[in-house]
Structures are given as structure tokens and as C-alpha cells.
């Protein structure tokens, strides 16, 4: 059987993971994490989306048995995405994202007043993808449902004593982000270090 991949995005498709068109049946060429309610879950350029998905680089060297860095991947996602549908086609056809709760997500997470972060975007994003360990009294806790759908993102923690740094800057592999899940009942922030490491939970809110 042939391969399909998502046509925004490049993961491999499968049944559990295609996307949503807007009266509740399955999309064929685009995945959950790109396309949701008949839209494309954020707004931006092929680069933007290369930027995004080069965070990605560990689970593609996986995968592939491959080391590249996230430059080397960034240039092989440049050189892919200009041949999948979304990239190639008329922007005037394409759904773009509008979905009322992100743009709610996004107000109540700058609203957060946590030192150094503010989200432009958010993003669909499998919990299991996201769910990190976090150490709270002495036990290996995880906050969220491995199976559920959240909106987040990751973007750079101010560094200690200092100033915010530039958001998406990984200059240092000493720089620690700020990890963001957001769904109707609560919004969970978190910071860890580089592939999650000494993960602790900045805020959990309860939005009920």
C-alpha cells in the first residue's frame, strides 16, 4: 500500500490521525494536528511551518535512522514541502484557520502574566506527544490524557536572572521553554529543558 502523508505538514497518515473536514467526516489529505473543523488548525507560510516542524528533528531521526541536525531537517522539509497540496496550491482555496477557542486560548495564555511568555499560535497537538512527567511530592505524575486533543505550543523561557530571550531561539542548549496545553477544562503550562528534561509545572488553571 502506498505511503500518504499529510499534504501540510509531511507526517505519515493514517486512520487515527486524519484530520477533521467541518460535518465531522474524516479528511483524506490532511492530518488532526493540520486540519480540524474544516480549517487548517494555524495560519502561516511554508516556512513558518518548516520552522514549527524542524522541532520535530528527533522523531524524525528516529524514524528514519538518520542525524540530522535541525538545519539539516529544515532543509530537507523545504525541499518536500513545495510538493504537497497545500504548498503548491492557490492560497484563495484554502481553508484558513478561525477557530473561536484559539483565539480564546491564545487571550487567557498572555493573560497568564508569566515572565517571558506570550503565543502568537496554537497549535492541535496529540496529548501523548506532549504529556511530560513531572516530579510533584516524591511521584512521576502526568497531567494530561495521553488519547485527548489539545491546542499548544512551545516557545523559550527567559533565562535565569535575565531578561526574555527572542521566542523560537535555540542558541543554547542550556535554554529551557515553556511547554502550553489548552483545553475547554484547564491550561497547563510547564517548563522543561532540552527533549523535556527536569519538566516542572509553572501554572495549571482551572477554566471551569
Known sequence: MEQRFCQSCGMPLTEDVLGINADGTKNEDYC???????????????????????????????????????????????????????????????????????????????????????????????????????????????????????????VMAPHSGTGPESLGSTSDESDRCYGIACCEQFILVSEYGKDGADAEVVMLKRRC
Not at 51 to 64: G, P, R
Not at 75 to 88: A, G, H, S
Not at 130 to 153: F, P, S, T
Open 32 to 154: 488532526i494536528y493540520c486540519y480540524k473543523d474544516g480549517a487548517f488548525t494555524g495560519d502561516f507560510t511554508m516556512e513558518q511551518m518548516v520552522e514549527y516542524c524542524s522541532m520535530f528533528v528527533e522523531e524524525y531521526n528516529k524514524n528514519t535512522g538518520q542525524h540530522l541536525t535541525a538545519c539539516q531537517y529544515k532543509d530537507v522539509l523545504r525541499q518536500f514541502y513545495p510538493t504537497l497540496k497545500r504548498w503548491k496550491g492557490d492560497d484563495a482555496n484554502i481553508p484558513h484557520a478561525d477557530h473561536p477557542m484559539k483565539k480564546v486560548f491564545i487571550e487567557e495564555v498572555n493573560a497568564l502574566g508569566i515572565s517571558g511568555l506570550h503565543v502568537d499560535n496554537l497549535y492541535v497537538l496529540q496529548g501523548s506527544f506532549i504529556n511530560q512527567a513531572y516530579d510533584i511530592n516524591g511521584n512521576e505524575v502526568k497531567l494530561l490524557d495521553d488519547n485527548a486533543i489539545y491546542w499548544g505550543n512551545q
